[in-house]
C-alpha cells in the first residue's frame, strides 16, 4: 500500500486537468457558454435605454390616441344632437304646413257644402210638396244637437242606399263610390222604367254631399246647422220618391 501512494500523488494533476479537458473540451466550451451570457447580459443593459424610449414613445402615442378618440366623440355626439335639432325643426315645420293646408281643405269642402246645399235646394224647391219635411225629422218642430243632426243624416243617407240598391237589382253592380255614375245609369232612356235625369242629379248631390259631411264630420259642432240639415234630409226624402 505504502508504494501506491506515491504513485497516486504523482497522477493527481495529471487526472484533474485531463477531466478539466474532458469537461470544458478543447475548445473551452464552458468558457465560451460564459462569455455568451456575459456578452448577453451587456447588449440587454445597452438596449434598456433604447427599449425605454420605445415605451415612452408608444406611451404617448397611446395617449394622443385617447385624447383623439374622445375629441371624434364629444365631436360626433354634438353632430348628432344638431342633426337631431334640425330634425326637430323641420319636422315641427312640417306639422305647421300640413295643418296650414288641413285649414285650408276644410274651408274649400265648407265652401262646397254651401254649394251642395244650393243644388239639393234647388231640387227640393222644383218639386210640388217637397217644402214638407219627413215624418220625424222635422227640424223646425224638433232641436238636435250637432251629434244628433249627423246621427239623422246618416240614418236617413242609409235607408236612400237601401232603396237605390233595390232599384239597382242584380242588372248593375253596386259600388259604393260610384253612386252617382250608378244613378244616371239607372236615368237611361234605353232602360225599362228610368228614373228622371233630375232624381239622378239629387241623388250624386247627395251622395257628394254626404262625403263632404262625412270628410268634416270630426268639426260638426262648427259648420252643421239646423238648415243644412233641414236641407239634406229633404233632399233625400225626395231622392227616395224618385227611385220608388
Known amino acids: 500500500m505504502a508504494e501506491w501512494i506515491p504513485l497516486i500523488q504523482a497522477l493527481a494533476w495529471p487526472v484533474v486537468a485531463l477531466i478539466g479537458i474532458i469537461i470544458l473540451g478543447p475548445g473551452g466550451v464552458l468558457l465560451k457558454f460564459a462569455n455568451s451570457i456575459t456578452g448577453a447580459i451587456s447588449d440587454f443593459r445597452k438596449s434598456l435605454p433604447e427599449l425605454e424610449k420605445t415605451a415612452l414613445t408608444l406611451r404617448a402615442d397611446v395617449n394622443t390616441l385617447s385624447e383623439r378618440s374622445k375629441e371624434l366623440s364629444s365631436g360626433f355626439s354634438t353632430q348628432v344632437r344638431e342633426l337631431e335639432e334640425r330634425i326637430d325643426a323641420v319636422s315641427l315645420k312640417l306639422t305647421e304646413s300640413f295643418s296650414d293646408v288641413k285649414v285650408v281643405l276644410e274651408d274649400l269642402e265648407r265652401s262646397k257644402i254651401a254649394e251642395g246645399q244650393a243644388e239639393i235646394n234647388k231640387a227640393v224647391e222644383a218639386e210640388v210638396g217637397a217644402s214638407a219635411p219627413p215624418d220625424n225629422n222635422d227640424p223646425s218642430t224638433v232641436v238636435l244637437s250637432p251629434e244628433e243632426m249627423w246621427e239623422s243624416i ?10 237605390f240598391r233595390a232599384r239597382l237589382g242584380s242588372s248593375i253592380p253596386y ?10 245609369r239607372l236615368a237611361d232612356g234605353r232602360r225599362n222604367n228610368p228614373i228622371a235625369g233630375s232624381d239622378a242629379a239629387l241623388v250624386a248631390n247627395l251622395h257628394s254631399q254626404f262625403k263632404r259631411f262625412s270628410r268634416l264630420q270630426t268639426s260638426k259642432d262648427e259648420w252643421l246647422t239646423p238648415a243644412l240639415h233641414e236641407d239634406f234630409i229633404r233632399g233625400v226624402a225626395l231622392a227616395v220618391r224618385g227611385l220608388q
Open 154 to 163: 246618416r240614418s236617413s243617407w242609409y235607408g236612400l242606399i237601401e232603396v
Open 175 to 184: 259600388d259604393g263610390r260610384q253612386i252617382g255614375a250608378l244613378a244616371w
